[in-house]
């Protein structure tokens, strides 16, 4: 008679074990069915008031080229997943100062494909996985409605712009970042940074004559990988912070980078003849089809004034896997010093790399770059 009393008991016992997990997991569900993408600090504020997003966020998956912007707010070490971009292959040695800073971060865990293409699956297969994913908000691969339904986890969106257009949206992104990881004060301080830096070199170069200033042109711009010399781009940002006198300026309020950057025709680089021109060193991932290549082999632009003068200059790769803020100051310094000597007499460029990486990616690692850029970068290239 005592056994059905005790399968009673334990049946007694099932049933609100039975409910509370149903319970449970209706939560769940419909937390994740809560959850939208997050663009403003205010959504992410509201999701932390209503239990969906941690307090502390310890652990962060980047995608899409923001791996960067969590190195300047000094969250290195929380990042436990990367896309297969970021990956340490030879052929992109020197082109990206945060990863040359962290190289750690390069052997982290792929949970996704390069410009977004994230893997929900990898991410949830993770040991511990991602409190929060960190994700250029570009339109761009994996769709971020689904990705937070599919993973449950909290995803940040961050505009993908640069500090000279597009500035307020730069800022906004790393505000946003920096709220969702307890890096408000850093994320202050590095906009206090670019400000200051910017506002000097607009300080050195105001007040000379348009007409003054050698016309100049930038060939080897990256932009969905590396190209040749007549690759360029309007309002390319070294150039605007110093107000260099460019051939392409009529684009250079254009907010789309796509429609900033241009390929040029070899015909159009010979009919402007510029008494200036740099190579960014991004074109290097191309080897012997690079920029470099071109000039030292191509005898019509061998013809050119600045060739024949010896005014060609190489700068550090601005743009790869998005744009290197890091190397946009420093290549405005570089560019400043070789147009106007006279303004920026005190001024070493190598020095003042380092010092801007040194406080962006907490390492000075210009040497380290140049020694993968065939030390030529902020350098006087010789092409006879």
């Known amino acids: 008679m005592k056994v059905p009393q005790i ?26 069915e809560e959850l939208r993408p997050i ?20 652990r962060i998956f980047c995608s899409g080229g923001t791996l960067r912007l969590a190195v300047y707010l000094q969250c290195a070490d929380r990042v436990i997943a990367t896309d297969g971009n970021e990956r340490n292959e030879s052929n992109r040695n020197g082109m990206k100062a945060y990863l040359a800073a962290h190289p750690e971060l390069a052997t982290l865990p792929i949970a996704g494909e390069s410009s977004g293409r994230d893997n929900p699956e990898l ?31 909290p995803v940040a969106l961050v505009p993908m712009r640069g500090i000279t257009v597009g500035r307020a949206e730069f800022d906004a992104g790393l505000r946003l970042m920096g709220t969702a990881l307890n890096q408000r004060r850093r994320a202050e301080e590095v906009i206090t940074f670019f400000d200051n830096e910017i506002a000097e070199l607009k300080k050195r170069t105001t007040g000379i004559a348009e007409e003054t200033k050698p016309a100049v042109y930038v060939g080897g711009v990256s932009y969905n990988g590396s190209h040749g010399f007549n690759s360029s781009e309007a309002g ?29 025709s070899k015909e159009k680089i010979l009919e402007w003849n ?19 290549s071109e000039l030292q082999n191509d005898s019509s632009y061998r013809s050119l004034a600045a060739v ?52 962006l990616v907490g390492k000075p690692v210009f040497q380290q770059l140049n020694e993968n850029l065939q030390n030529l970068a902020f350098e006087r290239l010789t092409l006879n």
């Open 236 to 264: 390319y940002p070294p150039f605007d912070l110093v107000k260099a006198r460019e051939f392409l300026k009529n684009h250079r309020n254009d907010p789309i980078l796509g429609n900033r950057h241009q390929i040029i």
């Open 39 to 58: 663009r403003t600090i205010e959504q992410w504020e509201n999701y932390q008031k209503k239990g969906l997003a941690p307090k502390n966020i310890e």
């Open 7 to 32: 399968k009673n008991f334990f049946l007694f016992l099932a049933i609100p074990i039975f409910f509370a997990s149903c319970v449970q997991q209706n939560s769940k569900t419909a937390q994740k």
């Open 308 to 359: 024949q003068s010896g005014k060609v200059y190489a700068l550090l790769p601005n743009t790869f896997y998005f744009v290197n803020h890091d190397a946009v100051l420093a290549n405005g310094w570089f560019v400043g010093k070789t147009l106007y000597p006279d303004r920026f007499a005190d001024i070493d460029p190598k020095k003042k790399a380092d010092e801007i990486f040194t406080f």
């Open 123 to 153: 991410l949830l297969s993770l040991k511990n996985p991602p409190q929060l994913i960190i994700k250029a908000d570009t339109g761009a691969g994996y769709d971020p409605e689904e990705l937070t339904r599919r993973t449950g986890i």
């Open 274 to 292: 510029p008494d200036a021109m740099f190579l960014d060193l991004g074109t290097l991932g191309l080897q012997n089809a690079s920029g470099l």
